[in-house]
């Protein structure tokens, strides 16, 4: 990454200086142009880059590993092959009601050249024979042009040296030739990258001349030019087969070419232009340089701010000829959808639906191109781009949800009303989108790992969940096959959640709205889950305490839920926390914007039907409140501490909601008598230091209080229960950092979107938790820079919410900036969002904070530790006078106005 190191705070600092010569009401925050520069330079220096074309783990049934794009709604994944362009769509509402109820993939648009423009391979379809050959992978497969991600052409036998000779079938000219080796499409197999060769022609296949021959390659591809050669007969002589660097290499070479291919000039082959692909997350686009044809070109695709539109500009350099085409056949479909296509003048689209089921959706695309010279034939598209010409391939995407009427009119609506004119107008409001979107919030961290990881987590964020649209499940909204891991869906005991973690702290707190629209669609089935079908949670305790099978009211949730109020996996694993962790969700909105409408309306309704469940679940035992549940899928125990520390935030939550909104007020006292009769947290004893358990010790179903290594569930009570924070008993607070030392779960993939936000809220010592947080992230990340493991995608982000706490934490009411930062780190941040609707800015150096600006969006009492401990303050309201605030144990408190913004620095 290459930029200006403190950026931002530089800038702030150079307001501050300013403010000794100012009005005493200026805030020491950047200037809006200020922060705009700022944000160009930090965010616009992290991109995903790939410089072949072999698009490994373009599909998956997770998370795909190469270019994203989204809009909430509509989802691309860029792919393709060696000369040609494909880019996936999905759409985030498009859900099968079948079997495997899951998000599926819709289609795909494809760009390829047309080899009048460029010579064609002279090589594909050729008679190949081969010296020896793996009985799967013969030497046809070198030259059939089915290469692609993952593929494998001819693969030989062991040993050494190995020929693979081409009879062309008549002499041929070419002046090149091209070798794909295995790491062109098995990027991690490098070791099988052919080494050493002689390439060789022949009139006869008898007498062979000697036209090339290369030692010590370690190129994926390889493109040679060889002179002009008029030959019917080609072969390889290869001497080194591998690479030699590991132990099966050298002792099992076996020669692997996964295409051979002639060229007599350009060609699809390459030529000279080099292939060079970044995710550029500033800008929300995939930016591409290639040949088609043989002709240089550039590609930019977006996908609009707003209407469901796919644009991809492709300008040539030289004249070319491409054909575009669309489809809704799918890699791994389902049986039992079917599909439609057709042309509509200059439109070609393809529809899908899916089978019958609790609904039917259908969704469709359709494209066109703006410019050049074109042609319709077998919904296909054929474009001649002359030299210096700039095409758009647009495609409008529609349908989806629940309606059975035909989309493809509404997507063949939306691309027809294209013009060149109104793509450049959409493309300059999808800019100012992320524009918008970058100057939310930002941070400048002085290290560019946990930049990078940051930016394209909050990227893939942004690009997966808008107000409005379906929210997004496991893996986001990039469906490519039919059938994702655990169908995508909105797994409740924590991974779904997990998305939505960072979003509220980075001042994005509407990217969680769709979570609210999707669970109030399940309430229904949860209000009847709850008086129904309780006894399937554990059938023994409930049939013993609740012979009906039920409790009077409340939610309960399985562990998978989908939209439309429907339920992807039914299971409940012995557990009745999966509304806790959904309720998390709504204390911490209400928490970070203290919307009280939005709380009236939306959220104290579902936090008193979730707190209404737990009043008939929670068992009084001598005394004392205890907590029946699993800890872990499957397992049974008294008090888990997971679902101990979410009640315990969720009641406290509720009593002060229903105190602010007056109403039920006749609930209080039994609320509050819950809360203050609650079993605490348990803890247990592990190589003689105590740590936090699971659940009771002896009561744990399988006898594991404590399973270091595995998932920190036994800390989240810190997070995302809020039970335990920065400003809390620092006995308990060490028990909790001795708690992580003994789990050392930072590499465990469930745990990654949870324990380094865990460890920040105790105070786990600064370095070494950054130090642990950025070795993931070196050793995990994909090209695309998302963080990956083999089951989980989208919930990564979630750690965004660390990296946020490192540098503001509000807990018990207090606000400190800076909270868990190495004592000797500059650092900033601009508009990151506290509790109690406060929007904060900050920059820390030389050791300590240069400036706090706070803007209050709900006019409630501020309480900052002070961030210069024992020293004087001056709070300045901007636009306004000085503000007298009250100082007790070094902790700073004034009253706030809703809308202005307050300076404070040290006297």
């Known amino acids: 990454m290459i930029r200006s190191r403190g950026f931002a705070m530089a800038t702030a600092l150079a307001l501050l200086a300013g403010l000794s010569t100012a009005t005493p009401a200026q805030a020491a925050t950047p200037t809006a142009d200020q922060q705009w520069s700022a944000v160009q330079s930090l965010v616009g220096a992290v991109k995903g880059r790939w410089t072949n074309q072999a698009y490994t783990g373009s599909v998956t049934d997770t998370m795909p590993d190469t270019a994203l794009l989204g809009n909430g709604d509509v989802g691309v994944v860029s792919g393709g092959g060696d000369g040609f362009k494909t880019f996936r769509i999905a759409k985030g509402d498009f859900w099968t009601a079948s079997n495997n109820r899951s998000l599926v993939a819709l289609g795909s648009v494809s760009i390829n050249p047309v080899s009048s423009s460029g010579s064609p391979n002279l090589a594909l379809g050729s008679t190949a024979t081969a010296s020896s050959s793996h009985s799967s992978f013969p030497p046809s497969r070198a030259v059939n042009g089915g290469w692609g991600s993952g593929y494998e052409g001819w693969v030989s036998t062991i040993g050494k040296p190995q020929t693979i000779t081409l009879d062309l079938g008549s002499a041929k000219t070419f002046t090149r030739y091209v070798l794909r080796h295995d790491a062109a499409a098995r990027p991690n197999e490098t070791a099988n990258t052919t080494k050493s060769w002689t390439f060789q022609t022949s009139e006869n296949n008898s007498s062979w001349t000697t036209r090339d021959t290369v030692t010590a390659n370690t190129a994926a591809t390889t493109d040679r030019t060889v002179g002009t050669i008029t030959a019917r007969y080609v072969r390889l002589v290869i001497s080194e087969p591998t690479q030699g660097t590991t132990s099966d290499s050298t002792t099992n070479p076996r020669a692997r070419i996964g295409q051979f291919e002639l060229y007599n000039g350009t060609g699809s082959g390459g030529g000279s232009t080099s292939f060079l692909e970044e995710q550029n997350i500033l800008k929300g686009d995939v930016d591409t340089t290639m040949s088609l044809g043989g002709a240089p070109v550039t590609m930019r695709t977006w ?24 489809t809704t056949q799918i890699q791994n479909g389902r049986s039992g959808f079917t599909s439609t296509s057709g042309t509509s003048g200059g439109t070609i689209w393809a529809a899908r639906q899916t089978s019958s089921g609790q609904w039917t959706s259908r969704a469709a695309i359709a494209t066109r191109v703006i410019g050049g010279t074109q042609s319709v034939a077998n919904n296909q598209i054929t474009v001649a781009i002359p030299a210096g010409g700039v095409v758009n391939v647009v495609t409008g995407v529609a349908g989806g ?86 169908g995508g869906d909105m797994h409740l005991n924590y991974n779904w959640i997990a998305n939505f973690y960072g979003v509220y702290s980075s001042n994005r707190p509407e990217l969680a709205l769709p979570v609210f629209d999707l669970v109030s669609a399940y309430l229904p089935e949860a209000r009847r889950r709850a008086t129904q079908d309780l006894s399937r949670v554990n059938s023994g305790y409930v049939n013993g305490r609740f012979p009906g099978g039920g409790v009077p009211s409340g939610v309960l949730f399985p562990v998978g839920i989908a939209p439309n109020g ?66 872990h899928e ?134 070494s938790l950054i130090d642990r947080l950025k070795t993931q992230i070196a050793n995990r990340s994909a090209a695309n820079l998302r963080v990956t493991d083999p089951h989980h995608g989208l919930e990564k982000s979630g750690t965004v919410e660390a990296i946020n706490s490192l540098l503001l934490q509000s807990d018990l009411g207090i606000m400190r900036v800076f909270p868990v930062w190495p004592s000797g780190r500059n650092g900033s941040f601009v508009k990151l969002r506290a509790k109690d609707g406060f929007v904060v800015s900050s920059a820390r150096e030389n050791g300590q904070a240069a400036y706090v600006d706070v803007t209050s969006t709900a006019g409630a009492q501020l309480r900052l530790q002070n961030p210069w401990p024992g020293r004087g303050v001056s709070v300045v309201r901007v636009g306004g006078g000085s503000v007298s605030p009250s100082v007790s144990n070094d902790v700073i408190t004034f009253s706030t106005v809703a809308g202005a913004t307050y300076s404070i620095t040290a006297n």
């Open 566 to 631: 429907s339920t992807a996996d039914d299971n409940y694993h012995q557990q009745v926390g999966n509304s806790l962790f959904t309720a998390t969700q709504y204390v911490a909105y209400w928490q970070y914007t203290r919307d009280q409408t939005w709380l009236s309306q939306r959220g104290y309704p579902f936090m008193k039907e979730v707190v209404t469940f737990f009043q008939y679940w929670l068992q009084l035992e001598n005394n004392r409140f205890n907590l029946y549940s699993g800890p």
């Open 634 to 767: 499957g397992t049974w125990a008294r008090n888990s501490g997971a679902d101990l520390g979410m009640l315990r935030t969720l009641l406290t939550t509720t009593i002060d909601a229903s105190t602010r909104l007056n109403v039920d007020s006749g609930l209080r006292a039994t609320w509050q008598d819950m809360l203050n009769r609650l079993a605490p947290v348990p803890r247990t004893t592990y190589n003689g230091v105590q740590v936090f358990a699971l659940g009771d010790p002896g009561t744990l179903s399988d006898g594991r209080a404590i399973r270091p290594g595995d998932n920190t569930v036994n800390l989240e009570f810190v997070h995302p229960g809020e039970a335990l924070g920065i400003n809390g008993p620092a006995a308990d607070r060490q028990v909790a950092i001795q708690t992580l030392d003994a789990m050392n779960s930072w590499g465990q993939d469930n745990s990654f979107p949870k324990v380094f936000t865990q460890a920040a809220r105790v105070g786990y010592p600064a370095q």
């Open 401 to 486: 949800g629940t309606s059975t009427s035909d989309p493809a009119p509404a997507a063949r609506g939306l691309a027809d009303a294209q013009s060149a004119s109104s793509v450049d107008t959409q493309y300059a409001a999808h800019l100012e989108w992320w524009k918008q979107y970058w100057l939310k919030s930002y941070v400048d961290l002085d290290d560019d790992v946990l930049e990078r990881y940051y930016y394209a987590a909050q990227y893939f964020i942004g690009s997966a969940s808008r107000a409005g649209k379906t929210a997004p499940g496991l893996f986001g909204i990039w469906a490519t096959t039919d059938y994702p891991l655990w």
């Open 303 to 326: 996908v609009g701010a707003t209407d469901n539109l796919v644009v991809t500009r492709i300008q040539a350099s030289a004249a070319t000829t491409i054909r575009v085409s669309n």
